[in-house]
C-alpha cells in the first residue's frame, strides 16, 4: 500500500493533518515530502507501525507523545508523558522574556521554575547566549527531558538544573549573587474542577496541570517566595489560565505593593500572561 491509499484508508476516522503528521514520521520523512511522494510504497515493518500509532491516535494518545517530540518557538523539542506537551500560547511568555532581556544588557540570571520539557529555558537559552539561566521541577522525570534537550541544543553548559519543589531552600539573607533578574514560569493552573472536565484529563501530566480549586494555588506559594529571589529592578513572567486574568491580577496586587503589573493576551485575545515588576524601594 502507498502513502496516499492509506492516508484515504484513514480519512474518515482522523484528522487529516495529525494523520499526515503521524503517517510521515513513520516513514521518516517531513509532512512536505509525504504530500508530495503519495505513491511512496509503506514497508511491512512500516505498515505494522502505523497500524499500532493511529489505534493509539485514535485511542486518544495525544499526537505528540505517539511522535516523541513536538515544535516550540522553531526547536523540535523531544517529549515523553512525563511532561506537557509544549504550546504555542506558552511562546508569548519567551517573547517577552527575550525583548525585556535585549532591552536590559545588565540582566543576565533567569530563572525558569517548573520546566516540564525545558522548553522556556531551552528557547531562552538558544536566543540569549550570555544568559544564565536556572530551571526548576518537583519532577525528575520530567527534568531528565528537560536536561536531554538541553543536551539536544547544546545549550546544556548554560542551565542549572534543579530537583525542587519551585525554589530551592536558600539561607536567610539570600546571598545578592543567587538573585535572578527574571523569575519565569508555566505552572500548573487550571481549577480542579475544570481540568476534570478537559480532554486532556489522564493524558497529559495532572502534577503540571492541576492548579487546586481555583487554578491559583501553586501561584500563590511561589508569590510568598519570589520577593526574596528577585534582583531589584526585575521582573517576573507567569503563564495563567485564560479565565483567570482578572482573579490573577487580585492576587498578584496583594502581593506586590507599588509594583508595576500587566496582563498581557495571547493571539486568540485571550488573558496569558501576567507580568509584574515590584518597586525598587520594596526591597
Not at 510521515?24 to 504530500?35: E, I, K, P, Q, Y
Not at 520539557?117 to 528557547?123: F, H, L, R, V
Not at 543536551?151 to 525554589?167: E, G, S
Not at 534582583?231 to 482573579?247: D, N, Q, S, Y
Amino acid at each position: 500500500m502507498n502513502a496516499g491509499e492509506y492516508l484515504k484508508k484513514h480519512k474518515d476516522i482522523l484528522e487529516d493533518l495529525d494523520a499526515q503528521i503521524l503517517l510521515a514520521h513513520v516513514m521518516g520523512h517531513s509532512r512536505t515530502w509525504l504530500l508530495t511522494h503519495p505513491e511512496a510504497l509503506l514497508t511491512p515493518p512500516q505498515l505494522d507501525e502505523a497500524e499500532k500509532a493511529f489505534t493509539q491516535l485514535q485511542a486518544g494518545t495525544p499526537l505528540p507523545y505517539i511522535i516523541g517530540h513536538w515544535e516550540f518557538f522553531g526547536l523540535d523539542l523531544d517529549i515523553t508523558k512525563d511532561v506537557l506537551i509544549p504550546r504555542p500560547e506558552t511562546e508569548l511568555l519567551v517573547e517577552k522574556a527575550i525583548t525585556w532581556l535585549k532591552a536590559s544588557p545588565e540582566r543576565r540570571t533567569v530563572a525558569d521554575i517548573g520546566t516540564g520539557s525545558g522548553a522556556i529555558a531551552t528557547a531562552l537559552a538558544m536566543h540569549m547566549p550570555d544568559a544564565n539561566i536556572t530551571a526548576t521541577d518537583i519532577s525528575f522525570a520530567a527534568l531528565k527531558v528537560a536536561k536531554h534537550n538541553a543536551r539536544k541544543f547544546h545549550v546544556h553548559h548554560r542551565i542549572n538544573f534543579l530537583q525542587c519543589d519551585l525554589l530551592p531552600q536558600h539561607v536567610d539573607p539570600l546571598p545578592t549573587d543567587s538573585h535572578f533578574d527574571l523569575i519565569c514560569a508555566n505552572l500548573p493552573y487550571i481549577p480542579t474542577e475544570t481540568l476534570q472536565q478537559l480532554p486532556i484529563f489522564g493524558r497529559e501530566p495532572t502534577l503540571a496541570l492541576d492548579g487546586g480549586a481555583d487554578g491559583l494555588d501553586v501561584y500563590r506559594r511561589l508569590f510568598e517566595i519570589a520577593p526574596d529571589w528577585l534582583a531589584p529592578g526585575g521582573m517576573m513572567l507567569f503563564e495563567i489560565e485564560a479565565t483567570l486574568g482578572v482573579r490573577a491580577l487580585s492576587l498578584a496586587f496583594d502581593h506586590f505593593s507599588n509594583a508595576s503589573i500587566h496582563l498581557h493576551q495571547d493571539l486568540a485575545g485571550n488573558d496569558r500572561l501576567l507580568e509584574i515588576i515590584p518597586a525598587s524601594e520594596s526591597y
